[in-house]
């Protein structure tokens, strides 16, 4: 069985090696011949509006699935009778537009961030006298914290229109969080759903660092478990979701989902019984899901801008290296670690000691296992 991969990125390049064991076949649509995904599968190079190369990457494939959410759709549904698409192109579409994502959440009664489309500045000048000191990001196409603005006074508005506008924008209210969390779980062809433990994540700069799983009470764990079959069953769903929440006051406030595979769920390769990039393939496959219990208390460190160095990194019992094989630039998320350990306690011990070399100059935030 061949599974097309819309993306080429590491999110993709570790489905593939996940799907290996399993007999499966990969082949990948990115718009760039270099990429992790292209080193370990056929790589068919163009735009991902091409129609000519949609249908190559379509031929013979059981299904196709992404690495990246910000796909145009139309061209997709041109194809849609050619082949499955999983997740399904309407939650690739709710997924690609902060607004529209929002919205989703507060129709399916799914506790969010007071938020408010704005085009211009009247419309900015009115959601800060509603909601407050917020951020403003465009509502299309952000990541890793990149298109946004923090608004602390009236003094920052015209500053933050100015770097963002011209794009469709959202303001949204700052929430001062205790700590942040992303649910990840997926929903099969079958039906069936299986969630992840929480995850606790800790951004530096709008870009993922740390996470640790598993993560927060059981009570925190069963709600966002809740919400995530809430949006999974909207969609009928096929293959992984994340979302991402805020926690403040013991409380889960969303502030954004992914429709695939997520940063946050990479210790599940060494970490739970069944990684999401496995569950993910079994999710849209049709194949049973595996069991998503956790091997142990597991901390994932990304690897930012630079690697560290390898040896001394491997020279550490029981420290998992992931390099995916890309150029190195600043900010640019290049490979991660991964550490299980049967405590919380001893995990929290070790991670921390080796935080100054893994993320070297950058001080990373270690809020208490909440
Ligand atoms: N409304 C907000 N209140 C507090 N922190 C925020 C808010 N929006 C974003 N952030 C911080 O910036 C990070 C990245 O923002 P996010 O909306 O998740 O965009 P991205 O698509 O870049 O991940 C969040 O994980 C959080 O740490
Ligand atoms: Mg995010």
Known sequence: MTVGIIGAGQLGRMMALAGYPLGLDFRFLDRSTDTPGGQVAPLLAGDFTDRRLLRRLARGASVVTFDWENVPVEPLRALADKVEFAPPLAALAAAQDRLSEKRLFERLGVPTNRFAPVEGERDLAGAFARIGPGVLKTRRLGYDGKGQFRVRSRADLAPALAALGGAPLLYEEFVPFDCEVSVIGARSTRGEIAVYPLNGNVHVDGILRLTRAPWGTPALARAAARHLAR????????????????????????????PRVHNSGHWTIEGAETSQFENHLRAILGMPLGSTRP????????????????????????????????????????????????????????????????????????????
């Open 295 to 370: 091997r142990g208390h597991a901390a994932m460190v990304n690897l930012i801008g630079e690697l560290p160095a390898r040896a001394a990194a491997l020279g550490e019992p029981g420290l998992h290296w992931h390099d995916y094989g890309k150029s190195p630039r600043p900010g640019r998320k290049i490979g991660h670690c991964t550490l299980v350990e049967a405590t919380a306690a001893r995990r929290d011990r070790r991670v921390r000691a080796l935080l100054p070399r893994l993320a070297p100059g950058v001080r990373v935030p270690f809020p208490r296992t909440g």
């Open 231 to 258: 949006v999974l069953e909207h969609f009928r769903y096929t293959g992984v979701l994340t979302i991402e929440f805020f926690v403040r006051g013991g409380r889960l406030i969303a502030n954004e989902m992914a």
